[in-house]
């Protein structure tokens, strides 16, 4: 039986920039799949930056695409939230309904859901431990499950589902409870995501593996006949194969309410017209996954492939200063992540690779860091997945969080970015 309420839908890509183009290119050919099914507009909310359709390194003005030679998945995509406006909190407000604490000028379109409505919500961007990136702000684990257990205790809604798109995607997901709250990650807490198909006239990633399987199976599948167990069957074994193809694991995980796996798709996303589909899917139903990378390399490979093109003497010169700025910052963060081990007797911390059980905690130590020692808002590739684990570490070594910001606090009147 289909829901008798609304279904609602939000859509959130956490990048700004060229060298993210795939976390865009997700969200708009997500939206497509939710506009093209029935979902009324009304009814999706989008958040994104909106920087690549006309980017100055797009040779395709206007023109977005999530799959080799694929369709342009930017025309009538909603802008409900785009440039600064795109942070974690107006997530959160958003997702909870909240339009006063929605911070922007202009319309507040926010989820307004009943106890008898459906809540779809995607994900794009980098993640760490316990950590999803936005442009300009960070969405913790420990606010993203606060925010779902209480709209879910306040009776906002009768079903969510969550698909998260981002490194380490399972712990920001691993601790749902909640009766009827389903999510998909797009790999385990400890496994990584993959960009893949590198365009070279664009000279950028196009899409993820985990994504480009997920929309694949929207655009082909009948969605009144199809449930979230068999996508996520489907996602397991697809995911899987392509990143084993690469010589790399990445692992679909589920988590919350299992009882969901019964439900169809449609009861989320409406009734797939057959028309829409077959239009559509005739030009990505034989695309191969290819060029799998790992996302904290894109930002280099974009860069390298800059200046090996770009003819300008000066200006090549400008862009290999941006990526030697770039590897030295990186080194930096390690000398000072080093400097807060040895301040704090925990040089294991270095080198471990613990899950985050501790997700407040977490979220006081990565904040300290963020305004003390490096704010990776501002410069968004420096601080890598490696360095927060190291924040992670320290946190599950059952420190005082006090020792840690006060370590943080030193290492920061040492180190000199």
Same mark, same amino acid.
């Given at each position: 039986?289909?829901?008798?309420?609304?279904?609602?839908?939000?859509?959130?890509?956490?990048?700004?920039?060229?060298?993210?183009?795939?976390?865009?290119?997700?969200?708009?050919?997500?939206?497509?799949?939710?506009?093209?099914?029935?979902?009324?507009?009304?009814?999706?909310?989008?958040?994104?930056?909106?920087?690549?359709?006309?980017?100055?390194?797009?040779?395709?003005?206007?023109?977005?695409?999530?799959?080799?030679?694929?369709?342009?998945?930017?025309?009538?995509?909603?802008?409900?939230?785009?440039?600064?406006?795109?942070?974690?909190?107006?997530?959160?407000?958003?997702?909870?309904?909240?339009?006063?604490?929605?911070?922007?000028?202009?319309?507040?379109?926010?989820?307004?859901?009943?106890?008898?409505?459906?809540?779809?919500?995607?994900?794009?961007?980098?993640?760490?431990?316990?950590?999803?990136?936005?442009?300009?702000?960070?969405?913790?684990?420990?606010?993203?499950?606060?925010?779902?257990?209480?709209?879910?205790?306040?009776?906002?809604?009768?079903?969510?589902?969550?698909?998260?798109?981002?490194?380490?995607?399972?712990?920001?997901?691993?601790?749902?409870?909640?009766?009827?709250?389903?999510?998909?990650?797009?790999?385990?807490?400890?496994?990584?995501?993959?960009?893949?198909?590198?365009?070279?006239?664009?000279?950028?990633?196009?899409?993820?593996?985990?994504?480009?399987?997920?929309?694949?199976?929207?655009?082909?599948?009948?969605?009144?006949?199809?449930?979230?167990?068999?996508?996520?069957?489907?996602?397991?074994?697809?995911?899987?194969?392509?990143?084993?193809?690469?010589?790399?694991?990445?692992?679909?995980?589920?988590?919350?309410?299992?009882?969901?796996?019964?439900?169809?798709?449609?009861?989320?996303?409406?009734?797939?017209?057959?028309?829409?589909?077959?239009?559509? #899917?005739?030009?990505? *139903?034989? /695309?191969? +996954?290819?060029?799998?990378?790992?996302?904290?390399? $894109?930002?280099? !490979?974009?860069?390298?492939?800059?200046?090996?093109?770009?003819?300008?003497?000066?200006?090549?010169?400008?862009?290999?200063?941006?990526?030697?700025?770039?590897?030295?910052?990186?080194?930096?963060?390690?000398?000072?992540?080093?400097?807060?081990?040895?301040?704090?007797?925990?040089?294991?911390?270095?080198?471990?690779?613990?899950?985050?059980?501790?997700?407040?905690?977490?979220?006081?130590?990565?904040?300290?860091?963020?305004?003390?020692?490096?704010?990776?808002?501002?410069?968004?590739?420096?601080? #890598?997945?490696?360095? *927060?684990? /190291?924040? +992670?570490?320290?946190?599950?070594?059952?420190?005082? $969080?006090?020792? !840690?910001?006060?370590?943080?606090?030193?290492?920061?009147?040492?180190?000199?970015?």
């Amino acid at each position: 039986m289909a829901s008798r309420g609304k279904q609602w839908v939000l859509l959130a890509a956490g990048s700004k920039g060229w060298k993210d183009y795939s976390v865009q290119a997700n969200v708009c050919h997500a939206y497509q799949v939710a506009h093209q099914n029935g979902v009324p507009d009304e009814q999706i909310v989008v958040m994104m930056y909106d920087d690549i359709a006309y980017n100055e390194q797009n040779p395709t003005p206007g023109n977005i695409i999530n799959v080799p030679n694929g369709p342009n998945v930017y025309p009538g995509v909603l802008k409900d939230y785009t440039g600064e406006e795109v942070s974690a909190e107006n997530f959160l407000s958003v997702l909870c309904g909240d339009s006063e604490a929605v911070k922007k000028t202009g319309r507040k379109k926010v989820i307004q859901s009943g106890e008898n409505d459906s809540i779809f919500i995607y994900l794009s961007d980098h993640g760490n431990r316990g950590i999803f990136h936005f442009p300009n702000s960070t969405l913790y684990a420990h606010d993203l499950i606060n925010t779902v257990k209480a709209m879910s205790k306040s009776r906002t809604f009768s079903k969510m589902v969550i698909y998260l798109e981002a490194c380490h995607s399972g712990s920001m997901l691993d601790q749902l409870s909640d009766s009827n709250v389903y999510a998909v990650s797009s790999c385990s807490p400890d496994e990584y995501t993959y960009a893949c198909f590198f365009d070279k006239k664009r000279n950028t990633f196009l899409s993820d593996i985990f994504t480009f399987n997920w929309l694949q199976h929207m655009d082909t599948v009948k969605l009144t006949v199809t449930s979230f167990g068999e996508q996520f069957s489907y996602l397991q074994k697809h995911v899987s194969k392509d990143a084993r193809k690469a010589g790399v694991t990445e692992t679909p995980c589920n988590y919350g309410d299992k009882g969901m796996l019964k439900v169809m798709l449609s009861e989320f996303f409406g009734d797939s017209p057959r028309f829409v589909s077959e239009t559509y #899917t005739s030009q990505i *139903l034989n /695309v191969q +996954v290819s060029d799998v990378v790992d996302t904290t390399q $894109v930002p280099l !490979i974009i860069q390298e492939n800059r200046i090996k093109n770009e003819q300008d003497p000066e200006k090549r010169q400008a862009l290999e200063r941006q990526y030697d700025d770039l590897k030295r910052k990186r080194k930096t963060v390690d000398e000072a992540l080093q400097k807060i081990a040895e301040r704090t007797n925990a040089s294991r911390a270095l080198t471990e690779k613990r899950e985050v059980t501790r997700t407040y905690e977490l979220k006081l130590v990565a904040e300290h860091f963020r305004k003390n020692l490096f704010n990776w808002e501002e410069e968004p590739f420096v601080v #890598t997945r490696a360095h *927060l684990q /190291v924040l +992670v570490n320290l946190c599950e070594c059952v420190l005082e $969080v006090e020792s !840690i910001t006060e370590a943080i606090t030193h290492a920061s009147q040492e180190i000199t970015f």
